[in-house]
């Protein structure tokens, strides 16, 4: 056997070394380089047609949102179509029958206005004018003439029902309505249309005159102004929305030479019947197809990808698609830029390969000769020296000295084999408890795996043979994520000794997964000894994690909800609660009551009782719902703890005495003449929870006692609200503050009400940054209640000594004098614009009353009309209801400030919420009255932004 020497084997080996690595990892260093190349690319190309796919299905959607909201037209617009025209009809007819009834006989005046009426025709000659005596008898049919002074009573439609006695009755019940019916057209046989009808009474003949549109006829000119905003609609240079009939016929489409034609068996440049499958994917719910079409930006023909979705009702296929040939460009441009920036970053890793391995070949020579030198060192040393696991015999030895020396030899021999076994069982120990450790630990050095455990093996999908030597870099998914955990880790390194850091890992499958790192020093008092790493697999927990924030952003949404869908009754209920409320108090307060009988009079009253019940429900409601969603806001002013008081007593006093219960307010203390807080809130709380006390006692006291007292060194006002009535069982207490909730909930409880008042009570006091809660109470003895809530800072505030005196004071200080019936508004004209027949005739009467000339339009585009038309009026204000038909009152005053109208402009809303008034003013409106309309206020608020108006100002 041929024998070398150590150092000779070191140089060798080192460049063999050499050789393995920097080849090995040079190429898997490029590979890597390249492969995120291609994933780069890839990922844009992927993200770009995902855009696109988005961008084309959002039009189309948009499209058929907008489709079905004019479908949707069709019969308000045929009610608006025909009503306006029949109340010019009638104008006409009023307008002759005044200027020649005093010179022509009765039989002449109706000739002149059946005449008058006969020609008139529109919707491009569809709609004409007929009149109808009350007797049945047909006084104007300009379609048929024969059939004028024939009785029509037995004219039925094609289901059987008599139309002119069901025209009669509807005149005779309303004065004036619509009336649906089918009927036939000229054009067709045998078979009934819609039809709509809207007749109004004139009283002069005892006539009614209508006239009648078909439902069909106005949907298909939607139809056609549907397809023409559609056809104009473009995006980008090249994207239009193109629209087929179910027959595969070319409604609307950028090339105006395909209109009309049929496309049903149209196929690309490559023969693909691309329409047919279009009209496949559309009616299955909507999807997407490619094919070969021309570009018109360019003139040729190009690869397209195309959505499509059928709209049911009408049968059009509704399209829209992007050209693909957009990306290349970009794809071809950033696969450059990835070659030039990957061709830069080979050279000098190929530089930095070989200038590695001619120092290692420098250092390898030096280290040979330098262990050449050093072994003959050792070599002379153990040629002299006695074998280290041989103990000495020293038997021969003779000289006291020696055998000294040999004693000493053997004990240090004895020991080195003692340490050396019991650092094997260290060793092993130390092995089997990081072996079964459950988490993964390796030894890290200069970003290298030098040893691992065998859970982190299972956990990347690697052997331990796999991860020794292996560079952390590949664990992670890109190259910043692995310069971002270690510039973390080195900084937690050197402020606590340990650094901990969430990331993604990536196994050896490519597979993801979520992972928290720690790291510390082997030796910190040598930089370059290296980290002990240990990684736990957190994907559970992250997973846990995202589903807890999307039932949180579920829960939040279903609040959202809840919260809209509250408005919005509120908003339904306020809107007929406005005619309720107003109509009665007209009757109780304008001239009928008086002489009214007394059953009447207490009829009335109970109409207006229960209304402002229903209100205050809604108000607790809408209350309930901005508390729980945080849109409740409060004030922090200056006000008098006494006066609040005054009035709470003042506003009870009333049911109090109703029941037969004393109610009293007493002070166990000095209190502030003033104190921050929000008013309102504070009476609010203390009206709910006096009235409920006043409610479930028959008999006995209700004692209201405030003080001022002292928490955790902050003034607050107390309440102790004290009643001798039901009180409450331990369960029932347990749930008094719960919304919807109350202490008897059989079916036969003796007590109403929502349950709402004590939880917005808990609410507001929470706001208010106090609280409210039960002192005591005892099952058929009574119960007392405490409110307490902060004052805000007394420094500066005066003490009253006396406050029942100052109580008494507020309270018999003066009252709220109610507005006499002086006309504020004499002179006054007021543009109204209301689509509510109700209400305008309710606020019509409220004004005339104030003194005010009234012109009432029902939708936003009349008043526009009424104010900047040819015809136009001066008013000095506009009432504008903020929901009408066609036109709604935020476009319509937005267009009226946009055209230069500085007129004042009130908004009359049955939204209650606190965002609608800021909607409206930013509207352009001036003010704001909420429904059910407060007549003083209106008026008052009316009077205020009349008179200070500038004169002049139109």
């Known amino acids: 056997m041929r024998l070398v020497t150590i150092p000779k084997t070191t140089f060798r080996n080192a460049l063999l070394v050499i050789l393995i690595l920097a080849v090995p990892l040079g190429g898997f260093w490029i590979a890597q380089s390249y492969q995120v190349y291609r994933e780069d690319v890839h990922e844009h190309e992927a993200q770009y047609m995902e855009r696109q796919r988005e961008m084309i299905s959002d039009q189309v959607r948009s499209a058929i949102d907008f489709v079905d909201y004019m479908k949707s037209q069709a019969e308000s617009r045929t009610r608006d179509k025909i009503r306006s025209r029949v109340y010019e009809a ?79 009755e509807v005149i005779r019940e309303q004065g004036e309505g619509f009336y649906s019916y089918t009927w036939t057209k000229p054009e067709t046989e045998g078979r009934g249309f819609l039809k709509m009808s809207f007749m109004k009474a004139f009283e002069p003949f005892d006539w009614y005159i209508g006239s009648g549109e078909y439902v069909e006829d106005t949907e298909a000119e939607i139809r056609t102004e549907a397809a023409d905003r559609l056809g104009r609609i473009r995006w980008g240079e090249d994207g239009y929305l193109f629209v087929l009939g179910s027959d595969g016929a070319c409604i609307t489409h950028i090339d105006a030479a395909l209109i009309g034609r049929s496309m049903m068996n149209t196929t690309d440049s490559q023969g693909k019947p691309f329409i047919r499958e279009l009209f496949r994917a559309g009616r299955g719910g909507g999807g997407f197809v490619e094919y070969v079409w021309n570009r018109p930006s360019k003139s040729q023909d190009e690869q397209k990808l195309a959505y499509a979705l059928v709209y049911e009702p009408w049968g059009w296929l509704i399209g829209a698609g992007t050209y693909l040939d957009e990306i290349e460009p970009v794809l071809a441009a950033k696969r450059a830029r990835l070659r030039r920036q990957l061709t830069a970053s080979v050279l000098p890793v190929v530089l930095l390969v070989l200038l590695t391995g001619s120092l290692a070949i420098v250092s390898s020579f030096r280290l040979s000769h330098r262990l050449r030198r050093e072994f003959g060192v050792f070599d002379r040393f153990f040629r002299s020296a006695a074998d280290a696991g041989q103990e000495v015999d020293d038997s021969e030895l003779s000289f006291t000295e020696l055998k000294s020396l040999a004693t000493s030899a053997n004990a240090m021999v004895a020991k080195r084999r003692r340490d050396e076994e019991a650092l094997r069982r260290s060793e092993g120990m130390l092995r089997s408890v990081v072996q079964a450790a459950p988490i993964g630990i390796g030894l890290v050095k200069d970003r290298v795996m030098g040893w691992t455990n065998e859970q982190l093996a299972r956990m990347t999908e690697y052997s331990q043979e796999e991860l020794m030597g292996m560079n952390t870099r590949v664990l992670y998914e890109s190259r910043e994520e692995f310069e971002r955990v270690g510039r973390e880790k080195r900084s937690h390194v050197s402020q606590n000794g340990i650094g901990c850091v969430e990331t993604r890992w990536r196994r050896k499958d490519g597979s993801r997964f979520d992972v928290l790192l720690s790291s510390a020093s082997i030796d910190p008092a040598r930089s370059d000894a290296g980290m002990v790493l240990t990684a736990m697999d957190i994907t559970d927990r992250k997973q846990a994690e995202i589903a807890l924030q999307r039932a949180k952003e579920a829960a939040e949404a279903a609040n959202e909800c809840k919260t809209a869908f509250l408005a919005n009754i509120s908003h339904e209920i306020r809107t007929p609660m406005t005619a309720i409320l107003g109509f009665a108090d007209v009757l109780l307060g304008h001239g009928g009551s008086a002489c009214a009988p007394a059953e009447q009079t207490d009829a009335l009253k109970i109409i207006r009782r229960n209304g402002e019940h229903l209100l205050s429900i809604i108000n607790d409601v809408l209350d309930v719902s901005k508390i729980e969603a945080g849109r409740m ?70 004692r209201l006692v405030a003080s001022l007292v002292s928490h955790d060194g902050s003034p607050f006002l107390q309440f102790d609200v004290t009643d001798t009535g039901v009180g409450m069982t331990e369960d029932q207490a347990a749930r008094l503050f719960q919304p919807f909730t109350q202490g008897d909930t059989s079916t036969t409880r003796e007590f109403g009400g929502t ?40 420094e500066g505030v005066s003490i009253i000594e006396d406050p029942a005196a100052a109580t008494r004071s507020v309270s018999h200080g003066g009252s709220d004098s109610e507005m006499d019936d002086t006309p504020l508004l004499r002179g006054c004209r007021v543009l109204l614009a209301e689509d509510g027949s109700d209400n305008q005739r309710l606020v019509t009467h409220v004004l005339q009353k104030a003194g005010a000339t009234v012109k009432v339009v029902e939708n936003g585009v009349l008043a526009l009309e009424s104010v900047l038309g040819d015809g136009k009026e001066f008013f000095d204000l506009i009432l504008m209801d903020m929901q009408m038909p066609v036109m709604d009152g935020y476009e319509a005053t937005r267009l009226l400030r946009a055209r230069g109208y500085g007129g004042p402009v009130i908004a009359l809303t049955a939204h209650a919420m606190a965002t609608d008034r800021e909607k409206c003013i930013q509207a352009g409106c001036d003010d704001y009255a909420c429904k059910p309309i407060d007549r003083r206020a209106l008026i008052r608020m009316i009077d205020r932004h009349v008179s200070a108006r500038p004169s002049g100002v139109s």
Not at 122 to 148: H, I, V
Not at 637 to 648: F, G, M, R, T, Y
């Open 90 to 168: 009638h104008a006409i007819a009023t307008h002759l029958y005044e200027q020649f009834r005093g010179s022509r006989s009765p039989e002449e005046l109706q000739a002149i206005v059946r005449e008058a009426l006969r020609p008139i025709r529109y919707s491009q000659g569809r709609g004409y004018y007929f009149a109808q005596a009350m007797d049945g008898t047909n006084q104007l049919f300009a379609d048929r003439p024969e059939n004028e002074g024939t009785s029509l009573l037995d004219t039925r439609d094609t289901r059987g029902a008599y139309v002119i006695r069901d025209m009669n």
């Open 633 to 702: 806001t409060l004030e922090r002013i200056a006000c008098s703890p006494c006066q609040i008081l005054a009035e709470v007593i003042s506003l009870s006093q009333v049911p109090a005495k109703g029941k037969g219960v004393n109610l009293k307010v007493e002070y166990a203390s000095h209190m502030p003449a003033t104190i921050r807080t929000d008013p309102t809130r504070l009476r609010q709380i203390l009206i709910n929870v006096v009235g409920n006390a006043i409610k479930f006692t028959s008999k006995g006291d209700v």
């Open 755 to 794: 349950g709402l008042g004590l939880a917005i009570c808990k609410g507001l006091a929470d706001l208010l940054g106090g609280r409210i809660g039960i002192l005591r109470t005892q099952k058929g003895v009574g119960t007392t209640l405490r409110i307490a809530v902060p004052t805000g800072p007394l």
